[in-house]
């Protein structure tokens, strides 16, 4: 009896794009082990001093435009393709590689590199340019009201009503490198899982919320995920 899913939930960290050269946040030279979370992702180091915050965010954009998708990125679409409008992509990464590798159904709860947000009007421009203080908003034409479309610590997820009806409603929630500390998105698993769901977490080590998880496939994401979703559509294939 070939065993399929109804709603298959990927949450996706900052591991998932470090095979394709990104840095992750809290590893050994980690972005946070390099700038204190202080100075760059709260609303008060924003109001303090947000020419820094966007060098800071500008200074990234160059290194993500040129990255390209790894193995685990492309093989979502492959999933998505196997398991048509019943796989969503729950990312915390402002990164767009689920983009480059074809994923659709993707939700940055962090906001993305490439945007950025008018607080005049909350209109998103999508620009790989800097954002500086002096930007005027296309939509409003205020000056000085661009932020980086990155959630800061203490501001609200983006997504939240279509991420919870997703983990409300999913029968396999699989978590590709994420460390597990931030929250809400560390206990989406523990709703998930509350809801019936069965659970994976694909990292190269144990993590801090692992006792949500039913299985644990230890190694880079790159070579664990592939095979795992090709074993997810072979056994849904009809014998
Ligand atoms: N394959 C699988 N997992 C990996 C790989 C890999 N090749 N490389 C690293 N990892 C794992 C690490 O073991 C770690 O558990 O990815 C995780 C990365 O953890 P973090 O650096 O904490 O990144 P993340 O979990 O995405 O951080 C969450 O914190 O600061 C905020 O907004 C920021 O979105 C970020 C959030």
């Known amino acids: 009896m070939p065993k399929t899913y109804s709603n298959i939930v990927v949450l996706t960290g900052a591991g998932i794009s470090a095979e394709s050269g990104l840095a992750t946040f809290r590893s050994a030279n980690g972005l946070w082990n390099n700038h204190r979370v202080e100075d760059v992702a709260t609303i008060e180091a924003f109001q303090r001093n947000p020419e ?53 159904n993707v939700y940055h709860i962090h ?32 000056v000085g009201f661009m932020k980086p479309n990155i959630v800061f610590f203490g501001e609200n997820l983006l997504y939240m009503d ?16 994420t460390s597990g500390v931030v929250f809400p998105a560390a206990a989406f698993v523990q709703i998930a899982k509350q809801n019936g769901a ?15 998880f039913d299985h644990h496939i230890f190694g880079p994401a790159g070579t664990t995920l592939p095979r795992f979703v090709d074993g997810l559509i072979t056994e849904a294939s009809p014998d």
Not at 111 to 131: F, P, R, T
Not at 198 to 212: A, D, G, I, Q
């Open 52 to 104: 820094y915050v966007h060098d800071f965010y500008n200074e990234m954009k160059p290194e993500l435009l040129r990255a390209k998708p790894n193995p685990a990125h492309l093989c979502l679409t492959k999933l998505q393709q196997a398991f048509p409008n019943r796989v969503s992509i729950v990312t915390q990464n402002v990164d767009t590689l689920h983009e480059k590798a074809g994923n659709t």
């Open 111 to 142: 906001g993305q590199i490439n945007q950025a947000v008018c607080l005049n009007c909350g209109h998103i421009l999508e620009s790989w340019g800097d954002i500086t203080t002096e930007t005027n908003c296309p939509h409003c034409e205020a």
């Open 162 to 177: 279509k991420v919870d009806s997703l983990l409300q409603n999913c029968d396999l929630f699989i978590s590709v490198g």
């Open 198 to 212: 069965e659970t994976w977490e694909f990292n190269l080590e144990n993590t801090s919320n692992n006792y949500y």
